[in-house]
């Protein structure tokens, strides 16, 4: 992806939408395209539980897909000042945090409903963290309510239409301000 092309198009959106930011920096960590946004007023850039944020993100992808002919929309993430960085880090911590407990009790977990971006975040760090090879990851649900099961791999899978029992859900778990 033309890193120059991404800037200039977030940039232009940012100034036209009369978002306030001193710069924008394009890096790529693997198949994400990371756009970190410098400002000082991130919460007009951010709005709430990161509406706007997602909303310029939106528009970038659409404009970079239409100027590059892409088949498909590729995969970028807008940042302003680390906000997003702080909550993929607490998604993380999260899951370990419940990783935890599905060992001590054998118990399914399901978290949160969360937007695909933070479920894929979620699916990596177990599969990618040696720490928790001991463990899988599930998505089940739909639309807005679609939420991850964390169990052990030793465990049968859930079935389509099977109830999820037993389910151990916090409403204290640390995501209830992710913007999903």
Known sequence: MDSALLTDVVSHLLTELDLP????????????????IASDAPSRLIGWHGETLNSVQHLAKSIMRTKEKL?????????????RRVQEDKVRKVAEQKADFVR????????????PYFRRIVHLHVSNSPE?????TESVGEGEYRQIVLRRKDESAIKSGEELSP??????????????
């Open 21 to 36: 930011f001193r710069g924008v920096e394009v890096s790529t960590e693997g198949d994400i395209t990371r756009v970190d």
């Open 167 to 180: 389910v151990i859900e916090s409403k204290e778990d640390g995501l209830e301000n992710l913007d999903v």
């Open 132 to 136: 928790l090879q001991d463990l899988t």
């Open 71 to 83: 088949e498909r929309s590729p995969f970028i993430v807008l940042d302003v000042d680390g906000y």
């Open 104 to 115: 001590r009790t054998g118990s399914r977990v399901a978290l949160a409903p969360m937007s």
